[in-house]
């Protein structure tokens, strides 16, 4: 990981230094602190500074083609006495400073450096001060440096506060750069436009301003927002040697002070580099940075020649831009270049290009300014995804993963009470040990149940009980007045059980024999074409045209809604059929207002498989309970048929009756939301108080949205992972922010199903925004890849 080293000097050059390492830590806004408020020293630096004075004058005696206005008075030397001259001085200028800084007081900084730091890490060397004459000497020359080849200085003003954070960058499709070229007698910078003009390659959009007015410079920043500004031409620093300017062409120079509000203007609309490639730029680039706040100033510190100053560009460019090296490191493999390339004829050229920047900033790397995507290539990202993930869930690939879920979100609702309008009468293992055959309640017993309960004038009783023969077996007397009693009753609704269309070899079970069709109820749960027997559904209806002639049981509709309907219609309501052949419960006096089962089909919600014959709609399960077993008040055989009911209790009620007895002989348990298999019975419970409490209470049934309103949903979320790709710098911040989008999701989902009952296609949009961002991030780690080739 890239690491950074702030060192701050307070002092002056001829009365030395204290010295703070101020913080070694990792690149990044969270990046750790490794070492802080590490205090030193340093002593006056004279004879550092004297031999500087020395080397720049044999510097500046070498070639007399450089980017900077000549001056009269200057002479040129000898080029053999020059280059020689010029290798001494560096030479005498590097031990000088290499001795400064062997002062004990700094060593102790030196070896906390050398011991947290790697030789091969990526190291960003701040050095922090308000000496001037600091910023003129060639850091570069130290040890350090040569020991950590990926280490690169810059300068900073020591005024600056602030936590280190990144550049805010209004990354764009391209990188906008405004390429100004000045004033130039003598030099060429016509290859410096054309290295820029090959940048388009990797996504850089430059614009060319040659030899302008100040005015035309000012109208085009203001025009429009730049990432860059690039001068190439002549520059010199102005009497004061902390100030700077540049000549525009053969009668306008521009300073800083011309530009005061429209610099002002482009870093608040994104401009984060500036580049002077001409000469003398150090002090116009601390003045930038101190003073208008540019983020980050590349310059040349001294007169710099022309061919040396296109070819530091074109090196630094592609290492930055092609190569994709941080800023830091792309700037020092530049310098090298250019010393092999320069050194037999220019010794120490290496020691021109500077960095100077605010110190709060973390400067930006070439892809931190652009978007490999457009907005248009999200927006298409997104489409593709959601049409990828709707024709995997239209296969069902996803239905037991949204079904899952959906279970698990069911659960979490907060509780409900119990339906007061039902009453479960639970055949326990404890009543069956008062029957002969302790696997059935008998016929006696329940023709006794039956005459207790009508006694205090329940609404609708409803058997689930299977009496299509005697029991116990041969017990016909009893038998034959039970069915007696159940043909004669009105009140009571008894069931029968179809043969399953998915098991045809599972046996069905009649009705009481001798019970009119209207009183008999199918308790048939409908099941997933997969295998999958959790009971989700509530199968209201089947077409008799579908049910196999010699099928025992040939009831239309189902024991649950039966009851419901006797309970309604004594209410005042009444059945329609809708223009959609929709079952439509109204009121007869419009006390309520009409509802409408709508029948659920494949394709609705999660399910994309099932079965779709009959009227289903989803099972809206009464939050009751860990286990669900609280969805009524449930009481006994015994208790009621021991007179333990208090008549109110029973009185205009929907009785079930069913068994709830764990025995070898019943089956009658099964799969639900909840963790454990659940009776029939209690099923059955959970169907009526639904229809009960949509058509009374208002409390919804369950819905989705049909197959296009789920699509929308997908997209609008996959939509959300293209914004987060839009919005986020580093691929793994992408792919976190994307992850964590996903809880949201979750929430929401969680919530319109609490209030609403309505299933959300949280799977499928949670997949769209992974997948979505996943793509989009692959855009971003090859593209910087491709661009290198």
């Not at 690491?3 to 000097?9: A, R």
């Not at 061919?307 to 800023?327: C, M, N, P, S, T």
């Not at 296009?708 to 839009?726: R, Y």
Request: net charge neutral; aromatic share 10%.
């Amino acid at each position: 990981m890239a690491k950074l080293v702030k060192l701050s000097l307070e002092g002056q050059i001829n009365s030395g230094y204290q010295v703070e390492l101020v913080e070694i830590k990792e690149e990044g806004q969270y990046g750790r602190t490794l070492a802080e408020g590490i205090s030193g020293g340093l002593p006056p630096a004279d004879r550092v500074y004297q031999d500087y004075e020395e080397w720049q004058h044999q510097y500046e005696c070498l070639d007399p083609t450089v980017r900077a206005p000549q001056k009269r008075g200057k002479g040129k030397l000898p080029r053999e006495i020059s280059v020689e001259a010029c290798q001494v001085a560096a030479r005498r200028l590097k031990e000088s400073f290499n001795q400064w800084l062997d002062y004990p007081e700094f060593q102790k900084i030196e070896n906390i450096l050398r011991t947290i730091l790697s030789p091969w890490e990526d190291i960003r060397f701040l050095v922090k001060t308000k000496d001037y004459d600091l910023w003129q000497l060639p850091w570069s020359v130290w040890n350090f440096f040569d020991d950590y080849r990926n280490a690169e200085v810059a300068f900073s003003p020591a005024e600056f506060k602030g936590v280190e954070k990144p550049v805010v960058a209004r990354r764009r499709k391209k990188v906008r750069i405004l390429a100004v070229g000045g004033e130039s007698t003598g030099i060429d910078y016509q290859p410096d436009q054309q290295t820029l003009k090959r940048l388009v390659k990797v996504g850089a959009a430059p614009e060319f301003l040659n030899q302008p007015t100040p005015r035309q410079v000012r109208d085009r920043l203001w025009e429009k927002q730049w990432d860059i500004l690039f001068f190439a031409g002549h520059g010199d620093s102005a009497e004061e040697p902390q100030t700077g300017m540049v000549y525009l062409n053969s009668a306008d120079i521009l300073s800083p002070e011309d530009l005061e509000n429209t610099l002002k203007h482009a870093i608040e609309k994104g401009l984060k580099i500036a580049i002077f490639n001409s000469c003398n730029g150090l002090g116009l680039a601390r003045q930038l940075v101190t003073e208008y706040q540019i983020p980050l100033v590349i310059a040349m510190r001294e007169e710099v020649p022309n061919r040396v100053a296109q070819d530091f560009l074109e090196h630094f460019l592609f290492q930055y831009a092609q190569r994709g090296e941080i800023l830091s490191v792309a700037v020092r493999k530049a310098r090298e270049r250019i010393l092999d390339d320069w050194k037999e004829r220019l010794p120490s050229i290496d020691w021109l290009p500077v960095i100077c920047q605010n110190p709060a900033v973390r400067p930006p790397s070439w892809q931190d300014l652009q978007r490999p995507i457009s907005p248009p290539q999200v927006a298409v990202t997104s489409l593709a995804s959601t049409t990828v993930v709707m024709l995997v869930r239209a296969m069902g690939l996803l239905q037991l993963w949204e079904i899952s879920y959906f279970n698990q979100m069911m659960l979490q609702r907060p509780p409900e009470e119990p339906d007061p309008r039902i009453l479960v009468v639970a055949v326990t293992n404890r009543d069956l040990e008062k029957e002969e055959d302790r696997e059935y309640m008998s016929d006696k017993t329940t023709e006794k149940l039956l005459r207790k309960l009508a006694a205090y004038q329940p609404q609708v009783i409803g058997l689930d009980i299977i009496r299509d023969s005697p029991r116990p077996m041969g017990e016909t007397q009893a038998h034959q007045k039970l069915l007696q009693y159940l043909q004669e009753n009105e009140d009571i609704i008894s069931v029968c059980v179809a043969r399953p269309q998915e098991k045809p070899e599972t046996q069905g079970y009649g009705p009481p024999p001798g019970v009119p069709v209207k009183r008999v109820g199918f308790g048939d749960f409908p099941i997933s074409k997969n295998g999958d027997e959790t009971i989700r559904r509530q199968l209201i209806a089947q077409s008799l045209e579908n049910v196999d002639p010699d099928d025992p049981c040939q009831s239309k509709f189902s024991l649950s809604f039966l009851l419901a309907y006797r309970y309604l219609e004594a209410k005042g309501f009444e059945i329609k059929r809708t223009a959609n052949q929709e079952m439509q419960f109204f009121h007869r006096k419009q006390e309520y207002p009409s509802v409408t089962m709508k029948r659920w089909k494949p394709g609705n919600g999660g399910y994309q498989k099932m079965l779709a014959d009959g009227y289903q709609i989803l099972l809206n399960y009464r939050s009751s309970g860990e286990y669900g077993w609280n969805v009524a008040r449930m009481v006994t055989v015994q208790e009621v048929i021991n007179g333990q009911i208090k008549p109110e209790e029973i009185k205009g009620k929907i009785i079930l009756i069913g068994y709830t007895a764990k025995s070898s002989n019943n089956i009658d348990y099964h799969s639900t939301i909840y963790p454990e298999k659940m009776p029939g019975v209690l099923i059955h419970a959970h169907a009526v108080s639904q229809i009960l409490s949509r058509v009374i209470d208002g409390r919804p049934f369950l819905w989705a949205f049909p197959w296009w309103g789920d699509a929308l949903w997908v997209f609008a979320w996959a939509g959300v992972g293209g914004v987060l790709v839009w919005g986020m710098r580093r691929t793994a911040l992408m792919l976190v922010a994307s992850a964590g989008a996903i809880v949201p999701i979750s929430g929401l989902c969680f919530l319109i199903l609490w209030q609403t009952a309505g299933w959300m296609p949280f799977i499928p949009a949670a997949v769209a925004i992974l997948l979505t961002t996943a793509g989009c991030a692959i855009v971003y780690i090859i593209y910087p890849l491709l661009r290198r080739q």
